[in-house]
Nanobody
């Protein structure tokens, strides 16, 4: 089992920056690709960014490309999401998720491809 705990959400204004992080425990962190999803009320869970297990590559959804940056520190068992130029449309619960490195991390991965999930952290962007 892998336990994932997100932190760092909050209330910001449009145009602000915010970072959220996700710390893992229970298994070898570097054995997992990591991703961030978000879900706004009434919407499906949306994939937004992913980083390979070996930290050799990242992928982004078009909706956040150029504004959000995903990174990981395997020594700290932590994945980060740096968000800039935030918009009200970015308001959602943000979830981190882990996928075993033995799986293929495709572009725009589906939520059911991931093995473990955090509990989520709320990000609210006011206009």
């Amino acid at each position: 089992q892998v336990q994932l705990v997100e932190s760092g959400g909050g209330l910001v204004q449009a145009g602000d920056s915010l970072s959220v992080s996700c710390t893992a425990s229970g298994r070898t962190f570097s054995d997992y690709h990591m991703a961030w999803f978000r879900q706004a009320p009434g919407n499906e869970r949306e994939w937004i960014a992913a980083v390979m297990s070996s930290n050799t590559g990242t992928r982004y959804a078009d909706s956040v490309k150029g504004r959000f940056t995903i990174s990981r520190d395997n020594a700290k068992n932590t994945v980060y999401l740096q968000m800039t130029s935030l918009k009200p449309d970015d308001t959602a619960v943000y979830y981190c998720a882990a996928m075993g490195r033995w799986k293929y991390l495709r572009s725009n991965p589906r939520p059911d491809a991931f093995d473990y999930w955090g509990q989520g952290t709320q990000v609210t962007v006011s206009s």
